[in-house]
């Protein structure tokens, strides 16, 4: 059987055209997709994914297991800092884990699957960059792979990608930065929020932008986007601006002069001579 002669650019074919040729093909290899400096390998055997690994998307398996409810926040720290040690031998977070029966190694296949999934499906809203599949060229070595029906894969990453589409409508490019949005002055919130809002809320601090928030999201990419437009709808961020750090300073200064002049006003109304009034306790501010 002829190897399969298959890369080019996005813009003229869509990953799931390219997925569904290799696995129609029934092909093994690997296929490597880029788009600027993100580079994906998605790994094939007789034409169902088996693996897949992106350096900067990739999701990391330790939140994976938090979120599954299969380890906690406490056991993933004291695993991460196993793994720095020298002692540890470069072996991975998930062995570490299953040799601390943490987890068992069915806990740690699901988690690979999540894994590899999220990943693929978010491949699906790309729309630009270059590929090529490398025929019977099979490079990892990893313990643990999975079997992917290429089928299912792409019906899910569509609908995601539809659902994406939606988001995307009310918010800006994904380089745009987000910060926290003021309360207006004299407006006291009573905001009640789910757990995976404040996962995305706290990733909000006037330097990432929306695409560091998706890298550094413990959720998927759509569920990120989702909670991230319902925040801004809900008036709790918004898109940074140059200025945004001196207007905050502004309305602190003001507010503090506001502080002041009450204090004085109370105080007979001025100033003794040669007297500095006393400043405003930390809780007024």
């Known amino acids: 059987m002829m190897d399969l002669d298959l890369q080019g650019k996005i813009e003229r074919f869509t990953l799931p055209e390219i997925f569904q040729l290799v696995s129609t093909g029934r092909k093994t290899g690997t296929l490597g997709i880029q788009r600027d400096d993100d580079i994906v390998m998605v790994y094939f055997q007789n034409g169902s994914v088996v693996y897949g690994y992106g350096p900067r998307k990739t999701y990391h398996i330790g939140r994976l297991l938090v979120d599954m409810g299969r380890i906690t926040p406490t056991q ?125 809320l706290a990733l909000v601090d006037g330097r990432r932008t929306i695409d560091d928030i998706l890298i550094a999201s413990p959720l998927g990419s759509t569920e990120t986007l989702h909670h991230l437009a319902s925040l801004q709808l809900a008036g709790l961020v918004k898109p940074a601006t140059h200025t945004a750090d001196h207007d905050r300073l502004e309305s602190m200064v003001n507010h503090l002069s506001q502080l002041i002049e009450s204090y004085l006003t109370r105080n007979t109304g001025a100033t003794v001579a040669g007297e500095t009034p006393a400043e405003p306790t930390h809780d007024q501010i």
């Open 76 to 200: 993933l720290d004291e695993v991460i800092a196993a793994q720095a040690s020298p002692t540890s031998g470069g072996k991975r977070l998930g062995q570490l884990m299953i040799e601390k029966r943490y987890i068992d190694r069915a806990d740690l296949e699901e988690a690979v699957r999540k894994q590899v999934e999220e990943l693929i499906f978010s491949l699906m809203s790309w729309d630009r960059g270059s590929f090529k599949f490398y025929e019977n060229q099979f490079p990892t070595e990893e313990e643990i792979t999975i079997n992917l029906s290429v089928e299912n894969v792409i019906l899910e990453g569509l609908r995601r990608l539809d659902e994406m589409n939606r988001v995307k409508d009310c918010l800006p490019d994904a380089s745009t930065v987000y910060a926290l949005a003021p309360a207006e002055s004299g407006q006291i919130r009573n905001v009640s929020l789910k757990p995976e809002e404040w996962n995305v």
